[in-house]
T-cell receptor
């Protein structure tokens, strides 16, 4: 199965600092979803992006979908300790009934 | 949000035995369920996609005869690990979505399998 690459693999930030994770694919994506998995927990859906160049915001989180629909980013402003976890992007092949997860970025927030 | 229940949450079994894991959508009908395997500090690797009433679609490298998937109803999918071996020890997690494409997936709590 295909896998979308995410960078960085790990990120340690001081509480209050910003954080960004990037998701890159070699193929054009029909849509991209973002999930968060807390340590010991299961992935929880955050958002779905469908349109080229789309930007969506959820409080301190900003999600972007690239113009070419080959990359996406998640930016967290002023991180808090509750933001700790692994952030995954996930994508489905166009018209296909599957869901592949990216490699993930593990975020640690230092109080 | 919708609730997906996975059972058991953990299981220890002897090498050579089979283990069945259940995944239920409690408050919605899931036309599609996914089964993933996750090693510590790694991503979720899609094993197979199951659709109600039809055979599961397995990803490359996943043994169909070892990981039996059944999706007999719109609310239940099962994964049976047959003749388990220590290398099958992992975190198995299911997810479900209402429609086949372009919708969010709801995840079960996962099953920690340890084969001794």
């Amino acid at each position: 199965g295909q896998q979308v690459m995410q960078i960085p693999q790990y990120q340690h930030v001081q509480e209050g600092e910003d954080f960004t994770t990037y998701c890159n694919s070699s193929t054009t994506l029909s849509n991209i979803q973002w999930y968060k998995q807390r340590p010991g927990g299961h992935p929880v859906f955050l958002i779905q992006l469908v349109k080229s160049g789309e930007v969506k915001k959820q409080k301190r989180l900003t999600f972007q979908f690239g113009e070419a629909k080959k990359n996406s980013s998640l930016h967290i402003t002023a991180t808090q300790t509750t933001d700790v976890g692994t952030y995954f992007c996930a994508e489905s092949q166009t018209g296909a009934n599957n869901l592949f997860f990216g490699t993930g970025t593990r975020l640690t927030v230092i109080p | 949000g919708a609730v997906v229940s996975q059972h058991p949450s953990w299981v220890i079994c002897k090498s050579g035995t089979s283990v069945k894991i259940e995944c239920r959508s409690l408050d919605f009908q899931a036309t599609t369920m996914f089964w993933y395997r996750q090693f510590p500090k790694q991503s979720l690797m899609l094993m197979a996609t199951s659709n109600e009433g039809s055979k599961a679609t397995y990803e490359q490298g996943v043994e169909k005869d070892k990981f039996l998937i059944n999706h007999a109803s719109l609310t239940l999918s099962t994964l049976t690990v047959t003749s388990a071996h220590p290398e099958d020890s992992s975190f198995y997690i299911c997810s479900a979505r209402v429609r086949r494409t372009n919708t969010e997936a709801f995840f079960g709590q996962g099953t920690r399998l340890t084969v001794v």
